[in-house]
Each structure stands twice: as C-alpha cells, then as structure tokens.
Nanobody, 121 residues
Framework: VQLQASGGGLVQIGGSLRLSCAASGFTFDENTIGWFRQAPGKEREGLSCIDISDGNTYYAASVKGRFTISADKAKNTVYLTMNSLKPEDTAVYYC???????????????WGQGTLVTVSS
C-alpha cells in the first residue's frame, strides 16, 4: 500500500490550495481515503474522508464549508480542496486509507508521508 500526498506549500490568509493523494497497491474502489493534519504540539486531527465505493463524504466541523474532498477513480487519486485558509490551518497534512469509514485516526492503518501547508500573511 502506498499513499503519496502532495500539493502543500505557502499560501496567504484567505487563499486556496488543493492537495492530492495518489494511491496504489490496494483496491482503491473498496476503501475510504481520509485527510488528516497535525500542527506542532497538537494531536493528529481528522478533517475529511470519502468512501470511494459510493462517493459519500464526511467532514469535521472545523473544515466543513471550506474544504472539499473528491476522488478521481481513473487516477486512483483523492483531492482536498481548501478554501478561505486561516493561519490555524497551518499543519502537516496526511492522507490515509481504511476499509472502514470515519475520521477516527485509529481506523487508518496505512498513511502517506505528509505535505506541509503554511498559511501566512
């Protein structure tokens, strides 16, 4: 199982960014892909996940309405589009996979390497 997160970078307050998670080594259509983040000194936080089999999506309250998760089955890739970014969104963002559904970190056994997002003025 391999997950490759990319797309992080430096963005201004109020800006947008799209993260990508390229997946391989497992049956993409039968799993859930989740996005998480971890800021310095804080616990890893579940943001959003998508059940690839039916397209159902779930969001944490902290990002609902600002972040959108989507999947491209042809590319085995999941995206996280982040709008109206705030300084508190600064963190390392990770994607992960599980055969289950939910935003609990403990559900996910396979993780990508993380991509850093910095929101600054």
């Amino acid at each position: 199982v391999q997950l490759q997160a990319s797309g992080g970078g430096l963005v201004q307050i109020g800006g947008s960014l799209r993260l990508s998670c390229a997946a391989s080594g497992f049956t993409f259509d039968e799993n859930t892909i989740g996005w998480f983040r971890q800021a310095p000194g804080k616990e890893r936080e579940g943001l959003s996940c998508i059940d690839i089999s039916d397209g159902n999506t779930y969001y944490a309250a902290s990002v609902k309405g600002r972040f959108t998760i989507s999947a491209d089955k042809a590319k085995n890739t999941v995206y996280l589009t982040m709008n109206s970014l705030k300084p508190e969104d600064t963190a390392v963002y990770y994607c992960a996979t599980t055969p289950l559904i939910g935003l609990d970190v403990t559900l996910y056994k396979h993780w990508g390497q993380g991509t850093l997002v910095t929101v600054s003025s």
